[in-house]
């Protein structure tokens, strides 16, 4: 539904043409709303912005997905992504789930190199997403891309996709797994409704399909390819599998922990370890290069 003439309406109202010229300036200030007018003052500054991505920061994860949904009615064309939090907190030993932590991945990719891939125009996310330090490399991590006519070697592209978190199976039944019968590769990356089916000629990628979870059927073919962004924050790298053994040695509580990530096992509640296994972490509006803005949407 297209409902930029009720922006362009609503905008002609006293008090919109400060905040255009506040949005222009890059200042900084409070402006009061009721609830209801709160897409319309967000569309109103992403659509007069200066430069770089809006981050719209909402109390919870519902009324992110709810004012990314309103969003690009008023503003058509507009690229909006939701940069969703952990269902874990951060210190426990539970890992957030591949569905989320991909989502989370493609977005911070796609801010930290809008050169190379699409680049977002804004991101809604929850107050608890935003300040929750991540991974800074993650966003470095480049997806795997696939389409008909590529070459590439399948069991590299395999070993590269448990590189980036993937669970090989026998067969594919959710998300952030991988499965390979022959020449035909089976994906789920966590940002696909439905799993991917890559069918390999030697080491030319010959179509590329999606395939429901249930019967394991072929369905219609994927125009764009595969893209699998990374299924974990902290991906097992020789480094940070050094990093894992020696602290093992001094911290003899974590040795069972430890120990696995040093052989290379992704084990349940790895992430907690992140800030002492890597080089550094960043919130994610650290990771965009130049300017961005934030505006902060309060709970009543």
Same mark, same amino acid.
């Given at each position: 539904?297209?409902? *930029?003439?009720?922006?362009?309406?609503?905008? /002609?109202?006293?008090? %919109?043409?400060?905040?255009?010229?506040?949005?222009?300036?890059?200042?900084? &200030? #409070?402006?009061?709303?009721?609830?209801?007018?709160?897409?319309?003052?967000?569309?109103?500054?992403?659509? =007069? #912005?200066?430069?770089?991505?809006?981050? $719209?920061?909402?109390?919870?994860?519902?009324?992110?997905?709810?004012?990314?949904?309103?969003?690009?009615?008023?503003?058509?064309?507009?690229?909006? /992504?939701?940069?969703? *939090?952990?269902? =874990? @907190?951060?210190? /426990?030993? !539970?890992?957030?789930?591949?569905?989320?932590?991909?989502?989370?991945?493609?977005?911070?990719?796609?801010?930290?190199?809008?050169?190379?891939?699409?680049?977002?125009? $804004?991101?809604?996310?929850?107050?608890?997403?935003?300040?929750?330090?991540?991974?800074?490399?993650?966003?470095? $991590?480049?997806?795997?891309?696939?389409?008909?006519?590529?070459?590439?070697?399948? +069991?590299?592209?395999?070993?590269?996709?448990?590189?980036?978190?993937?669970?090989?199976?026998? @067969?594919?039944?959710?998300?952030?797994?991988?499965?390979?019968?022959?020449?035909?590769?089976?994906? %789920?990356?966590?940002?696909?409704?439905?799993?991917?089916?890559?069918? %390999?000629?030697?080491? &030319?990628? +010959?179509?590329?399909?999606? %395939?429901? $979870?249930?019967?394991?059927?072929?369905?219609?073919?994927?125009?764009?390819?595969?893209?699998?962004?990374?299924? #974990? /924050?902290? @991906?097992?790298?020789?480094?940070?599998?050094?990093?894992?053994?020696?602290?093992? !040695?001094?911290?003899?509580?974590?040795?069972?922990?430890?120990?696995?990530?040093?052989?290379?096992?992704?084990?349940?509640?790895?992430? *907690?370890?992140?800030?002492?296994?890597?080089?550094?972490?960043?919130?994610?509006?650290?990771?965009?290069?130049? =300017?961005?803005?934030?505006?902060?949407?309060?709970?009543?």
């Amino acid at each position: 539904m297209n409902l *930029s003439g009720l922006l362009a309406r609503v905008a /002609e109202d006293a008090g %919109f043409p400060d905040i255009r010229e506040l949005s222009r300036a890059g200042t900084g &200030t #409070r402006v009061e709303a009721p609830s209801a007018l709160h897409p319309l003052v967000v569309a109103e500054l992403t659509r =007069t #912005r200066a430069g770089g991505p809006v981050f $719209v920061v909402t109390a919870t994860g519902r009324e992110a997905e709810d004012l990314a949904t309103t969003l690009p009615d008023l503003v058509p064309g507009v690229r909006v /992504e939701v940069f969703p *939090s952990w269902e =874990t @907190l951060p210190h /426990e030993r !539970l890992s957030p789930s591949s569905d989320t932590v991909g989502r989370r991945v493609a977005v911070l990719h796609r801010l930290a190199h809008p050169e190379t891939s699409e680049p977002i125009d $804004v991101v809604v996310t929850s107050v608890r997403a935003f300040l929750q330090p991540v991974v800074a490399a993650i966003a470095d $991590v480049v997806p795997i891309r696939l389409r008909a006519g590529d070459e590439h070697a399948l +069991e590299t592209v395999v070993e590269e996709l448990v590189a980036l978190g993937y669970e090989r199976n026998d @067969l594919i039944e959710r998300r952030g797994q991988v499965a390979v019968r022959g020449g035909i590769l089976d994906v %789920f990356p966590p940002t696909e409704e439905h799993p991917l089916r890559v069918e %390999f000629w030697g080491d &030319t990628v +010959e179509e590329v399909r999606s %395939f429901s $979870v249930a019967d394991q059927r072929s369905l219609e073919l994927a125009p764009d390819g595969l893209l699998a962004p990374a299924v #974990r /924050e902290l @991906l097992l790298t020789p480094q940070v599998r050094e990093r894992a053994a020696a602290l093992a !040695l001094s911290h003899p509580h974590l040795a069972d922990m430890c120990d696995k990530l040093a052989q290379g096992i992704a084990v349940e509640g790895m992430e *907690s370890l992140a800030p002492v296994l890597t080089d550094g972490m960043a919130i994610p509006i650290e990771l965009v290069p130049g =300017t961005a803005s934030v505006v902060l949407l309060e709970p009543e």
